[in-house]
């Protein structure tokens, strides 16, 4: 079971450059989230879909698009890539809120803007 | 959501108990207490959670306070393996699933 896998595991972009993080999940979970994580700090919400054809912002999502046709996948959509993006990114999934259940993570993407 | 405070950083040696403290004086009565860590370089994992009662795992066990403001992670027998970043959340129940607020979370040397 491969639970969440998230690809590619590093990528250097030039500024004004666009890309898209891909995230797909095995577990038929409902809910699906993107964080990104600065150096030493902790996650920070981009977006979310609590199901196929449904998406909602977090707490920093611009500069970012997220779409989401099937329950697998999840991709995360950088259009105008800029120094600030420098991140580490994480995809997660959830059968249901995440309140009574756990998250799962992917090993992350890390992305440098240059 | 509510905050949680956690120390920094904490030492343990291996083999030894660990107990990582977390206080949240302001949990609302429908908030489960989440815990997961950060092992270097890889994404979050689940560790446990609980409500009220404390919850033994095969990771760790969670120690609830009676009135529910602070709680402890337990891990029995530290090993190398357990040096992360352990992050305590609080989830509502009551206000939907959009998000886990991870703060900076406490950093576990384990000392060979």
């Known amino acids: 079971n491969a639970g969440v896998t998230q690809t590619p595991k590093f990528r250097i972009l030039k500024i004004g450059q666009s890309m898209t993080l891909q995230c797909t999940q095995d577990?038929?979970?409902?809910?699906m989230y993107w964080y990104r994580q600065d150096p030493g700090m902790g996650l920070k919400l981009i977006y979310y879909?609590?199901?196929?054809?449904?998406?909602d912002k977090g707490e920093v999502p611009n500069g970012y698009n997220v779409s989401r046709s099937t329950t697998e996948d999840f991709p995360l959509r950088l259009e105008l890539a800029a120094p600030s993006q420098t991140s580490v990114y994480f995809c997660a999934s959830s059968a249901v809120a995440y309140m009574n259940t756990e998250a799962f993570f992917g090993q992350g993407t890390r992305l440098t803007v240059v | 959501d509510a905050k949680t405070t956690q120390p920094n950083s904490m030492e343990s040696n291996e083999e030894e108990p660990v107990h990582l403290p977390c206080n949240h004086s302001?949990?609302?009565?429908?908030?489960?207490i989440h815990w997961y860590r950060q092992l270097p370089s890889q994404g979050p994992e689940y560790v446990i959670h609980?409500?009220?009662s404390n919850v033994n795992n095969r990771m760790a066990s969670l120690a609830i306070a009676e009135d529910r403001k602070s709680s402890t992670l337990i891990l029995h027998r530290a090993t190398l393996r357990d040096a992360a970043v352990y992050y305590c959340?609080?989830?509502?129940?009551?206000?939907?699933?959009?998000?886990?607020?991870f703060g900076t979370g406490t950093r576990l040397t384990v000392i060979p």
């Open positions: 577990m038929n979970h409902n809910y």
């Open positions: 959340i609080l989830r509502d129940s009551q206000t939907g699933a959009n998000n886990l607020f």
């Open positions: 609980g409500l009220t």
């Open positions: 879909s609590v199901g196929a054809g449904i998406t």
């Open positions: 302001t949990i609302s009565g429908t908030d489960y």
